[in-house]
């Protein structure tokens, strides 16, 4: 299935492949992310998740994932407790 | 008010910067505005050969950082145009002799007397990168329609940006339409979409550029050159006129099909 798929797309004109290609490239050098941002970005899904639940601040990691055809963030945290408000849509004024 | 300093850059080396500080340079005095080009490339100059003024220097812009001469003595007239300056390149000493500061203050000072001050940028991202970009308040990245000149082309515009230096306008540079029409090159809206930055113009591939840099006179002279034409809209843009980019999109090869049909192509 996958090589069907391979075998059609390389009929691609060689324009084509470049751009679809440095698509792919741009994306993975763009996400070589500082140290500094890289955290700025834990600190801040810590800050968005807490509003909703309890989690363990020691446990979160962030990274990127780069695939062969796709670039992820990929982050893990651990959840100890959702607060009950998280299910209903009203907001906490109290 | 003080003039534009422009730095031009690529990343890669053999884009075609110095050919566009020779082109571009040359087009903006035509037009009457007062231009000086500084060869930042330390220790590989090559703008002089291209401007054929290899013969006049005597002294280069490392001598006026380091005060071995004054600034107008490092300054050579180019041939035609009297409105038009080149600082060469040191030659022999590496490029870790100048200091970021040290262009700043130059290019500062030049902006105070001319419209334009173009710096030649040398190829990679060390020292003379930064010394290059140092004075700069506009950067042109020049790019090829390759894999390889846009991901530098990507990286350089990230560390201009990281470097406060946000008015970037994009250069495709030998671009061949006949290969883009057979779809074996990307396409010039294929290369802005990737580094999503403006474009400022696009230059054919032309044997006219080997030529015109053997006899050391910019192409812009030929009145009868697409390249030259090129560079004059560059020119053009740049000093805010209103100059459209034909793009080379499906239509234009659909366009050139039915001409071709009809015996007009
Ligand atoms: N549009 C073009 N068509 C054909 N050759 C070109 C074109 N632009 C540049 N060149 C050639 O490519 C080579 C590298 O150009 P140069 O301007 O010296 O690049 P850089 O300064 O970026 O290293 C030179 O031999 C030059 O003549
Ligand atoms: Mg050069």
């Known amino acids: 299935m996958l090589d069907s798929i391979k075998r059609f797309f390389s009929d691609k004109k060689s324009g084509k492949v470049a751009r679809d290609r440095m698509q792919i490239v741009l994306l993975h050098d763009r996400l070589s992310i500082e140290p500094e941002i890289m955290e700025n970005i834990k600190n801040e899904i810590l800050a968005v998740l807490s509003k909703y639940m309890e989690i363990d601040h020691q446990s979160i990691s962030v990274r990127v994932e780069q695939g062969k055809d796709y670039a992820a963030i990929v982050s893990n945290v651990h959840v100890k407790r959702v607060f009950r408000q998280a299910h209903t849509h009203t907001t906490n004024t109290g | ?265």
């Open chain 2, 1 to 265: 008010m003080p003039g534009k300093t422009i730095v031009i850059t690529s990343g890669k080396g053999g884009v075609g910067k110095t050919t566009t500080v020779a082109n571009l340079g040359t087009a903006l005095a035509m037009r009457g505005l007062s231009v000086v080009m500084i060869d930042a490339d330390i220790g590989l100059r090559n703008l002089d050969v291209v401007m054929g003024l290899e013969n006049r220097i005597v002294y280069n812009v490392v001598d006026v950082i380091e005060g071995r001469c004054r600034l107008e003595q490092a300054m050579i007239r180019d041939r035609k145009i009297n409105s038009l300056y080149l600082i060469p390149a040191a030659q022999t000493r590496d490029k870790d002799s100048v200091m970021p500061e040290a262009m700043k203050r130059l290019c500062d000072q030049l902006a105070e007397n001319f419209d334009y001050v173009l710096i030649d940028c040398p190829a990679g991202i060390e020292q003379g990168f930064r010394n290059a970009i140092a004075g700069a308040q506009k950067a042109l990245i020049v790019t090829t329609p390759e894999v390889s000149a846009i991901r530098d082309a990507d990286r350089v515009i990230g560390l201009l940006e990281a470097n406060m230096l946000k008015d970037i306008h994009l250069i495709i540079n030998r671009v061949n339409q006949k290969m883009i029409k057979r779809g074996d090159m990307m396409s010039t809206e294929d290369i802005c979409s990737l580094l999503s930055i403006p474009l400022i113009g696009i230059i054919p591939e032309s044997e006219e550029v080997v030529i015109s840099t053997n006899r050391g006179v910019p192409l812009v002279h030929d009145r009868k050159s697409q390249v030259a034409a090129a560079f004059k809209r560059i020119a053009g843009r740049l000093e805010g006129e209103n100059i459209p980019i034909p793009l080379d999109n499906h239509e234009g090869s659909l366009l050139s099909k039915v001409k071709k049909i009809f015996g007009a192509g």
